[in-house]
């Protein structure tokens, strides 16, 4: 009989595969052995939620706690629900403002970066830190949430382990993300796309030749992004664009759901156009959530056959009945081509294949009009770092993009931003308006040049900062500034808009979490000092025979 101690039998729905045994006893002996950060290098269907849970199960059973990170709420549910069926009768906890928890004292807890990163002090030591898309942590910048967090946990216990997975081990701009040097010292273990298609745990993608084709030959790459009127010139043939999708209806007729990536918007729209009434449906960025939510809900459920997109299911979309997918827009990268042909190749009980039809001359690109050969450049490009001196990697979706790119063409991944200070969104830093919710954003280079000019105006240094609440005639949110010259006060009213900003740059919150922080009475957000960012310095300007704080530098 077993005894309260001994771990409930595994589910047979999530046995081990065998290269997933292979991966998992590789980590553990190393661990064992050794106490350097590794990571494991898993392409898309690998199970990495499975290998978290059972690495994580594994440091549970002897005495340990664990912390597995995602930067993402999906991705934090999606381990979270894993372990669960996997370690039945274990307690696990959630850390995510997104999935509205925040436990601290299970021995698994699953943590969004940005919730944790504010609550830092909550959390007892950890014996081993999870990572999931680690190609985002970068070891160069301390003051990054991922460094701050690992430091954290190291201090608290030196023995800490780190253990992070990705599908992208490879970056033109740093080189490998393991070695010396780095944060991670070797890749553990890897496994591809055609590895899990030959051992059966992925569909068999096809691709018919000699399709219809777009000419996006004089496109021009911009930036790192797409010239849209050139895009838009280069579909702009209706006739063509009305022969490929009776292609694609043709062809897709016996399929059950068919994913569609299009060029740009007005593509997107005339697509739409050419298709069975009342059949697809349609995403951009520009939908709000709860139309976002509907149009993919009708996809999941088969109200409607053909999903059409726009530069929105690229990358991380999750829908296994996918059975056809249709490329009607060019890409520079090869991995995000196999990213889009990705959403296609989970295993499904109601297919036998993955149809893939690329119109945009992708295949002859990027493996000569072969779809094996686009899967072998890849894995040589991963091994030998592959891409031109030219050019950097997105660390979210994998595609090679222009050195100068301050935003990724194929994911919208920002390399630079400037943040906007009411809804925390990132924008291109040549913006004038937020392309959210359309606030004022503020020229950082116009913002010095005008401080610097105006008479009287000085820096001081920040040694310390106190908050609490103070009352005149309504009660405001009051904040010391401690310098080496004096103290200095700053006022806040609640729900202002000066206060979300503040806020912002204080707990380096945004969006939903910043939201939830904004609606905290006074006393609550005096109590978060302890886990808040101090600025460096302030900027001073004369108010009288005082002194007013007019900006902080962090």
């Not at 979270?80 to 996997?86: G, I, N, P, R």
């Not at 392309?435 to 000085?458: S, W, Y």
């Not at 949110?477 to 009213?493: G, N």
Request: aromatic share 8%; hydrophobic share 35%.
């Amino acid at each position: 009989m077993n005894t309260p101690q001994t771990p409930p039998p595994l589910t047979t729905t999530l046995e081990l595969r065998p290269y997933q045994r292979t991966i998992i006893d590789a980590t553990i002996e190393h661990f064992r052995r050794f106490p350097d950060p590794i990571v494991i290098d898993a392409s898309v269907g690998a199970g990495k939620t499975l290998i978290i849970s059972h690495i994580a199960r594994h440091v549970v059973d002897k005495g340990g706690k664990v912390i597995s990170l995602a930067h993402t709420k999906e991705l934090v549910e999606s381990a979270y629900y894993t372990f669960l069926d996997y370690a039945q009768g274990m307690e696990c906890g959630v850390f995510s403002a997104g999935m509205r928890r925040k436990d601290t004292e299970h021995d698994v807890i699953f943590c969004s970066e940005r919730s944790l990163i504010n609550s830092l002090e909550q959390f007892q030591p950890i014996d081993l830190l999870i990572i999931d898309e680690a190609h985002r942590v970068n070891e160069t910048n301390a003051e990054t949430c991922y460094m701050r967090i690992i430091s954290h946990f190291q201090a608290a216990n030196p023995k800490l382990r780190v253990l992070g997975l990705t599908g992208t081990s490879f970056r033109t701009t740093t080189g490998p993300i393991a070695g010396e040097g780095k944060l991670f010292k070797k890749v553990i273990a890897s496994v591809t796309v055609p590895e899990l298609v030959g051992q059966g745990y992925l569909t068999k993608p096809v691709a018919p030749l000699n399709q219809d084709a777009y000419d996006f030959s004089a496109v021009k790459l911009i930036g790192g992004k797409f010239n849209e009127a050139d895009l838009n010139a280069a579909v702009a043939d209706v006739r063509l664009t009305k022969t490929i999708i009776d292609s694609v209806i043709r062809q897709t007729e016996s399929r059950n759901k068919v994913l569609i990536f299009a060029s740009t918007l007005r593509h997107a729209q005339e697509i739409i156009g050419y298709l069975p009434k009342g059949t697809a449906g349609y995403l951009d960025g520009t939908l709000s959530k709860t139309d976002r939510e509907a149009v993919l809900s009708a996809f999941s459920s088969g109200a409607i056959k053909y999903m059409v997109n726009r530069d929105i299911l690229t990358v991380g979309y999750n829908q296994p009945a996918i059975d056809a997918v249709c490329i009607l827009r060019p890409t520079e990268s090869r991995g995000l081509l196999i990213q889009m042909i990705g959403r296609g190749l989970r295993l499904h009980p109601s297919k036998i294949d993955v149809l893939i039809l690329d119109f945009a001359g992708n295949l002859d690109k990027h493996g000569g009009g072969s779809l094996d050969e686009v899967f072998l450049r890849e894995a040589k490009a991963k091994k030998q770092g592959a891409g031109s001196d030219s050019e950097k990697q997105c660390p979210d979706c994998s595609a090679w993009v222009n050195e100068n790119a301050r935003r990724c063409p194929q994911c919208g991944y920002y390399f630079l931003f400037v943040e906007c200070p009411d809804c925390g969104s990132q924008n291109d830093v040549t913006r004038r308006y937020c392309r959210i919710c359309d606030f004022e954003l503020i020229d950082p280079n116009k913002k010095l040049t005008g401080t610097a000019n105006q008479v009287g105006v000085t820096q001081a240094m920040v040694s310390g900062i106190d908050l609490s609440v103070y009352h005149k005639n309504v009660d405001t949110l009051r904040v010391v500034f401690h310098t080496p010259r004096a103290d200095y006060s700053q006022f806040f009213v609640p729900r202002s808009r000066f206060l979300k900003y503040f806020l912002g740059k204080m707990t380096g919150s945004y969006g939903a979490r910043l939201d939830e922080l904004m609606e905290l009475p006074l006393t609550e957000i005096v109590a978060l000092k302890p886990g808040l960012h101090v600025p460096r310095e302030i900027t001073l300007k004369p108010d009288g025979k005082y002194s007013k704080v007019v900006d902080w530098v962090f």
